[in-house]
């Protein structure tokens, strides 16, 4: 099957071509940053973790929302879903490998990352990251390439896969489980501290992610033969306007609870985020429009009008996927470690190299999406899905 | 007749196990080898839990910053501000992110966020309190550590294994006194005058302070202990009649964030 | 061409086609390239005299050591056979457990330091530890950060640690 990424149209290869020059570019300044040391971002001793970490947490949202077409289809047999569960599955082939090549690009040592391999640590939350993570990957390649496979050849696919996508059912909470407790079981960080950590991270991530996967069934219906249907994008809105309001309410939940109790060690970050601390506000008009945007977002979704056009539903899910990725990438770090544990201000900003880099890694993840959705919508258009 | 693809499949995947198990078969091979017997040190100094408790009436700005250097000097700790080659000078904001400290200074407030209030003593107010690695009982940068890289010894001290750490700064995250240092770049080129009996670190790595187990295992006091000429007091506290229970015994004494049960083992009295 | 596939889906009969190589040329001239590439090393080298490695035991404080006292702390040909094993083992050793004393297996006592013992009596990296190393193209990462200079007050290793 995999013979049908390597012929295409020349838009195609063009998008191929254009995904390769960025790999190499971003794979030039790994290189410099392989040799010079992680100095060449924008990261310090009190913002440890910074861009590469922040994409990480943002696409193990997006990779995990491939259960919102799955679920339907095979746990409560809504039928519509089983032309897209595909399009589900090789997203989060994608996204899962993107953030375990954001961990790679992140890792001091490189060259020792077999050693959480070879000395397990079952209290350390980051081994069940990479377990989890790894675990998802080969789950979601399995299934999708299966079920495709069998797909093209008319056949029922093999009663053993029916396991698998139980099992695939639960594990993709699980890894944005996982992720969050990275951040929420931290005692000197209060802004990650607290216990709607995971379900923020699960709110945001099922609106990011089916936002992502109906702009490119959209996509797909303008460039391909094969349709996704009009229905499936209608049920994929539907979850991303229930998903965007509760990721909305998540977060005046938690100004409330910060805000109300006046605790200082918790209200300065958010203070830095939104005002700015100690005369320092980059993020400040980020975190405003992020927030701003996403609400305005949410109020839009719940209109049938807005959410039936499916230019303004186009849009409106941009502005979705822009703020989440706003708000969980840059925000969720920078203000967790501003102000530092000693309540010192100290800004981070992520530099070329490191936008470059990450560029790069996106350029990869993008080129293996646009691989596995050229196969799978080639194999619909073969047998006239 | 020979054996089928199932019997064939199952041997292959066992020979691999053994195969892989290769460091268990040589020592089977050269039994003894690895086996040396190790005995104790003649004279360490052990203790069942090491403290320290920091004496801030005898502690002056001079004598903490003659503390710093003498760790920093012989731990081979990076001076961003001091390079080697004039030409590898850095900016400032380069300065602060890169920087590496094992012991340093801060004022009442960043050492102690929380316990701030508007109006304190003159002599707080204008207090450097000598700030450090707590060797928590309970570390949270241990817990978190994927490679156990940072592992908590028998007799308290929070070390670092070099040779395993992988970079991921998890532990950097995880410890709220922001107490660990990580080497953004190469730290030699900022290395004035390389101390022979302790190595240096390469890019990729954490550090922080390790109690000087070094030479705590040679019989020795820490640096620091030694230089604060009794300002620092360290010594075991499961010892009754150590020098730190004495300490604790006949001083009020706080400790950082003690609200978030890493239960740090470094006290200050005020 | 005649309607070979049989009413099961499956060639009966072999098709007749032609004997041709389609893609001749690029493929001749891909293998050729593959053969030039991956023989590479055997032909630019060809001619190149190598000489094989000559460690230097030429110290001072090897020097100053009795003939019958020139003993590494283990015999010379296991350390050739597994220094880089034992190094391991030091290093997990005074790491991981804080013990700073080995007692090999003729019952002398070393500290386990790479700098401190091993080049000790080695301190002639270059002419020693880097011969062997070059002429098998082996880059050990120790260097980075162990010095590769032993303190001046160097002590014996072989001496009992006091």
């Known amino acids: 099957m995999l013979e049908n990424a390597l012929v295409g149209s020349r838009r195609y290869y063009i998008l191929v071509g254009v995904l390769l020059f960025i790999m190499a570019v971003g794979t030039y300044f790994y290189l410099r940053q392989l040799s010079f040391g992680l100095a060449i971002t924008g990261m310090g001793r009190d913002v440890s973790w910074g861009f590469y970490i922040a994409q990480l947490t943002y696409l193990v949202g997006v990779a995990a929302s491939a259960v919102m077409v799955v679920l339907p289809y095979y746990l409560h047999d809504y039928k519509a879903f089983g032309r897209i569960t595909i399009l589900g599955e090789f997203l989060a082939v994608a996204a899962v490998l993107m953030c375990l090549l954001f961990v790679v690009v992140d890792l001091g040592r490189p060259d020792r990352m077999l050693n959480i391999i070879k000395y397990p640590t079952l209290n350390s939350v980051l081994f069940w990251d990479m377990i989890v993570l790894n675990t998802y990957l080969l789950l979601n390649i399995v299934i999708g390439w299966v079920i495709l496979e069998s797909e093209r050849n008319e056949v029922g696919p093999p009663k053993w896969i029916k396991p698998l996508i139980f099992l695939s059912i639960p594990w993709a909470p699980s890894i944005h489980t996982v992720t969050a407790f990275l951040y929420a079981g931290l005692p000197g960080r209060g802004y990650w501290l607290t216990a709607i950590m995971a379900p923020r991270f699960l709110s945001s991530a099922f609106a990011a992610g089916p936002s992502l996967l109906i702009l490119l069934a959209l996509l797909v219906r303008k460039y391909t033969k094969f349709d996704p249907g009009k229905e499936q994008i209608q049920s994929l809105a539907k979850i991303v306007t229930y998903a965007i309001l509760i990721n909305v309410f998540f977060f005046f939940c938690e100004v409330f609870t910060v805000f109300y109790s006046q605790i200082p060690d918790h209200m300065l970050h958010f203070q830095y985020l939104f005002q700015g601390l100690d005369g320092k506000a980059r993020l400040v008009p980020w975190m405003w429009f992020a927030i701003g945007g996403m609400s305005i977002a949410a109020i839009l979704m719940v209109f049938p009008k807005i959410r039936r056009n499916e230019t303004t539903l186009a849009l409106t899910c941009g502005l979705i996927i822009l703020t989440t990725y706003i708000d969980k990438g840059l925000g969720l770090m920078t203000g967790g470690f501003v102000p530092n544990p000693l309540e010192k201000v100290v800004e981070y900003w992520p530099t070329i190299p490191e936008l470059l880099i990450t560029l790069g890694v996106y350029a990869i993840g993008f080129l293996v999406l646009t691989v596995l959705y050229k196969v799978a919508v080639s194999v619909k258009e073969e047998i006239k899905a | ?270 | 061409m005649a309607d070979y596939k049989n009413e099961f889906g499956w060639f009966a009969e072999r098709p007749q086609v032609e004997k041709k190589i389609y893609n001749m040329y690029a493929i001749f001239i891909g293998l050729a390239a593959f053969v030039i590439l991956a023989t590479s090393p055997l032909w630019l080298n060809a001619g190149r005299d190598i000489p094989p490695p000559k460690p230097s035991l030429d110290t001072p404080v090897i020097q100053k050591l009795a003939k019958k006292d020139r003993q590494c702390v283990l015999p010379t040909a296991e350390m050739r056979a597994i220094h880089m094993q034992l190094l391991i083992e030091w290093r997990e050793q005074v790491v991981r457990t804080g013990n700073r004393v080995w007692v090999s297996p003729s019952g002398k006592k070393f500290e386990p330091s790479l700098t401190n013992t091993c080049l000790g009596c080695h301190s002639n990296k270059a002419e020693f530890c880097d011969q062997c190393h070059n002429y098998a193209a082996v880059t050990p990462n120790c260097w980075g950060c162990h010095l590769d200079k032993s303190p001046k007050k160097g002590k014996m290793a072989q001496a009992e640690v006091k």
Request: proline residues 8%; aromatic residues 10%.
């Open chain 2, 1 to 270: 007749m020979g054996i089928n693809r199932r019997e064939f499949i199952r041997l292959a995947g066992l020979s691999t196990l053994f195969g892989l198990g290769g460091r268990a078969a040589w020592e089977l091979l050269r039994p003894g080898q690895v086996e040396a017997a190790l005995k104790a040190l003649p004279k360490p100094i052990t203790a069942k839990r090491w403290a320290m408790v920091v004496d801030m009436r005898k502690l002056d700005d001079a004598t903490a910053q003659r503390c710093i250097e003498v760790c920093h000097r012989i731990h081979n700790v990076p001076d961003f501000a001091k390079p080697v080659n004039p030409k590898d000078a850095v900016l400032p904001e380069d300065k602060v992110r890169w920087e590496v400290k094992w012991i340093w200074t801060d004022p009442f407030h960043n050492a102690f966020p929380g316990a701030h209030q508007e109006f304190t003593s003159e002599r707080v107010h204008h207090m450097n309190f000598l700030l450090l690695c707590n060797h928590c009982d309970n570390p949270p940068c241990v817990r978190v550590c994927p490679t156990q890289a940072t592992f908590q010894r028998a007799d308290g001290v929070v070390m670092m294994d070099m040779h395993r750490c992988i970079g991921c700064r998890y532990c950097m995250a995880g410890c709220p006194f922001s107490a660990r240092s990580f080497n953004w770049r190469d730290p030699r080129p900022f290395i004035k005058a390389e101390y022979p009996d302790y190595p240096t670190r390469e890019a990729g790595m954490v550090e922080k302070c390790d109690f000087c187990a070094k030479l705590l295992a040679k019989g020795q006091m820490p640096a620091c202990v030694v230089e604060s000429k009794g300002a620092l007091v360290f010594g075991d506290l499961a010892d009754a009649k150590s020098p730190v229970r004495e300490a604790l015994k006949a001083n009020f004494t706080i400790r950082r964030k003690p609200h978030l049960g890493t239960n740090p083992q470094v006290y200050y009295i005020v």
